[in-house]
């Protein structure tokens, strides 16, 4: 497939790297190529597209040109406007990764949607020709691209959104991935639960030491 | 110990019946104990206290007397009424189960607390002088007090609260009903995110076809 990802974070990295390394044609979107290049910082986009060579770089809406899939990795914060300016053409699926975490209240952190709204809800409703489907915001980066290297895969990876056709070929690029077991858990509206399951995340994150962990259902 | 459990639903019957059966000193408290009684249909607390000779019913201020240990097995919008009318005295650790639901906005399912604050929260800052822990609310009733029944155990059970004392004595008490892994999240604002977590419970429910599921934190 041709994928777009948004956004140059560790969760686009780890994204776009995984996809690229499964076979995927890879594009990275960015507001501004050439600042996000010039971040040669360890951990910093610049670094890691060096040794990303088969990865490419471009605008926002030149990144999402014919791409079978879109890749919300960006900042909760920025992902209405990000994903905006990718123009991204009506009927895309939009796999939505991202978290609506409060940054700026301090602990412990909030959403700044939750209950009644979320995120990804916000992202198909701006955005009402797109097809979005929520997944993957409930593990840690690397765990997204490799999940067998937690438990071998031993944990559940939740799928939601609207749209069927779409929600059947984000479970089969995660489940070529590596994800064992994938749960739909019905329209987009189920993206409420799994933003918030980002609260116990959180918590987790300091009991735990690591962010290598996640959630499975036992049933 | 000398537990009070309050409520008489189907939560309140599960928690009283499996804490007696561990040797425990359990009483039952609610409103009105006549009216109680006489729900004699299946399921009815009065079906269920016929064969529970061993477990006391009491209003809910007599309930608590000399009490232990205080379990929350209300509705959620029951639960601050509920246990003022308990009048607890200063000190004691109340265990609370509850989801706060809000059952008047049809589907999906919301909570009518969330997010910058929690159910638990309430419970705490309208009792100062209680020792509010909160636990159990990510599992349904039978799995509370026979966690082996599911994988053996095989999953985690959360607790968080402001009083490490009341935190041990009720992961002592998780642990001697057959709870594997019982993870401390911290202080009682942690409770957000369990709560919410009833969110995506929710629509598993539908998913799994059972009510028999729970969380487990791989990692």
């Known amino acids: 497939m041709r ?5 140059t974070g560790m969760v686009g990295q780890s994204l776009a790297g995984g996809l690229a390394e499964r076979g995927h044609e890879v594009v990275v979107g960015t507001r501004d190529p050439a ?8 951990g910093g986009f610049g ?3 060096g040794t990303h060579p088969a990865v490419g770089v471009a605008r926002f809406a030149e990144a999402t040109v014919d791409a ?3 890749v919300n990795a960006l900042p909760g914060e920025a992902s209405v406007a990000g994903v905006g300016a990718a ?3 009506d009927g895309t699926i939009v796999l939505d990764v991202a978290n609506p975490l409060d940054a700026g209240h301090g602990m412990p952190p909030t959403l700044f949607v939750a209950n009644t709204d979320s995120l990804a809800e916000q992202l198909q409703r701006t955005f009402p020709a797109l097809r979005v489907v929520k997944s993957l915001n409930t593990m840690t ?3 997204m691209v490799t999940p067998r290297e937690l438990a071998d895969g031993d944990f559940s990876t939740f ?4 749209d069927d056709e779409a929600k059947a070929l984000v479970t089969g690029l995660l489940t070529d991935l590596g994800h064992r077991d994938v749960i739909d858990l019905g329209d987009i509206t189920a993206a409420r639960g799994v933003e918030a399951m980002m609260l116990v995340w959180l918590r ?16």
Request: aromatic share 8%.
């Open 3 to 7: 994928i777009a990802v948004l956004g």
């Open 35 to 42: 600042t996000s290049l010039a971040r040669t910082d360890p």
């Open 47 to 49: 670094t890691w597209a």
């Open 68 to 70: 079978d899939l879109v």
């Open 87 to 89: 123009t991204v053409a």
């Open 141 to 143: 980066a690397p765990l």
């Open 159 to 162: 799928v939601c959104g609207d």
């Open 204 to 219: 987790l994150w300091g009991v735990v030491g690591s962010a290598r962990f996640t959630y499975k259902i036992v049933r």
